[in-house]
């Protein structure tokens, strides 16, 4: 069976996420759970910088592939940036941040899958 194209992205993105040294890169499977996006990348960083350039690397390579951002917000404090590209929605936390909120505990029937 082929991946869909959503899937896909999302993969890609957590790939360059581990790139810059993410840390525990995941992928939520939102399909039949909510109709705000199918997927969520989630992953984090140490400090603001690592966060910052997590996503400026995950921007410029999925452009690299034709895929442009829809939407991004928190860039500028660095502790949680969202990229939206529609049918993904990829977070890049600080740690704290990330323990903070608790996408993966809110999200929890989602399926998940670990990208290494």
């Given at each position: 069976?082929?991946?869909?194209?959503?899937?896909?992205?999302?993969?890609?993105?957590?790939?360059?996420?581990?790139?810059?040294?993410?840390?525990?890169?995941?992928?939520?499977?939102?399909?039949?759970?909510?109709?705000?996006?199918?997927?969520?990348?989630?992953?984090?960083?140490?400090?603001?910088?690592?966060?910052?350039?997590?996503?400026?690397?995950?921007?410029?390579?999925?452009?690299?592939d034709n895929i442009?951002?829809?939407?991004?917000?928190?860039?500028?404090?660095?502790?949680?940036?969202?990229?939206?590209?529609?049918?993904?929605?990829?977070?890049v936390f600080l740690?704290?941040?990330?323990?903070?909120?608790?996408?993966?505990?809110?999200?929890?029937?989602?399926?998940?899958?670990?990208v290494q």
């Amino acid at each position: 069976m082929a991946v869909n194209k959503a899937l896909h992205l999302a993969r890609k993105a957590g790939e360059y996420a581990l790139g810059k040294k993410a840390d525990e890169v995941k992928i939520l499977d939102l399909r039949g759970i909510t109709s705000i996006t199918d997927y969520f990348v989630i992953c984090s960083g140490d400090a603001d910088i690592q966060v910052k350039a997590i996503a400026d690397s995950i921007i410029a390579k999925l452009r690299e592939d034709n895929i442009d951002v829809w939407h991004i917000e928190g860039y500028e404090s660095g502790r949680w940036v969202l990229l939206d590209f529609v049918d993904v929605v990829i977070h890049v936390f600080l740690k704290e941040a990330r323990e903070f909120y608790g996408l993966e505990r809110l999200w929890g029937d989602a399926p998940t899958e670990c990208v290494q």
